[in-house]
């Protein structure tokens, strides 16, 4: 009897509670294969991804259990880009259409990610004395925030990132995993 009052209780107070929850519109998505830009204050990550980045290796070895190599290094630098962003945008339209002919399960879910994108333009990659730049998209892939690059205007990469803000802002994290869940994240912290 008093399980039944209890989960009443917290039925109410999560009815109640929807319309502070959900107070601001969420984006809504575009349609499936057309790439449509959302802007939402409340994605942190799309909001906090901006600026340079480099890896904190004393975290990583801590989240991957071995060390970096010795001279490994790796920046990130997410820039705003009209160019870059036009770029991605016409790579998708043509993938996308170029792919509704053929039943593929992996095509069908990018094409789900791609229908709210929430930032976009241009990463600049330096890894080591390589350093490369690429047209970005951000995505929620599979419920996980997904970086999705443009590379060499012919082939897609991604990634999962996940972002822990300081409220001052220094002292932001960066976590960029692999293209699957089972992969070990890098932790990066803003550049100074």
């Given at each position: ?15 109640a ?50 060390p ?31 792919g ?35 047209a ?57």
């Open positions: 009897m008093l399980t039944r009052i209890v989960a009443a209780l917290c039925l109410v107070a999560l009815s509670g929807a319309g502070i929850i959900f107070a601001g519109d969420p984006p809504k998505p575009g349609e499936t294969g057309k790439p449509p830009f959302v802007t939402d204050e409340e994605n942190v990550v799309a909001s906090e991804i901006w600026g340079a980045w480099e890896m904190d290796a004393d975290l990583t070895t801590r989240l991957t259990q071995r970096p190599r010795e001279g490994q290094t790796l920046s990130l630098d997410f820039k705003k880009s009209d160019k870059h962003t036009a770029l991605m945008t016409r790579f998708l339209e043509k993938f996308f259409a170029s509704e002919k053929k039943a593929d399960a992996r095509l069908d879910e990018l094409k789900r990610a791609c229908t709210l994108i929430y930032a976009s333009g241009e990463l600049a990659v330096i890894q080591g004395e390589r350093a490369e730049s690429f970005f998209i951000l995505v929620n892939y599979r419920g996980n925030p997904y970086v999705i690059i443009l590379e060499n205007e012919d082939d897609l990469e991604s990634f999962t990132v996940m972002l822990a803000r300081d409220l001052k802002g220094d002292g932001d994290l960066l976590f960029v995993g692999g293209d699957y869940n089972n992969q070990s994240f890098t932790a990066l912290k803003r550049k100074k």
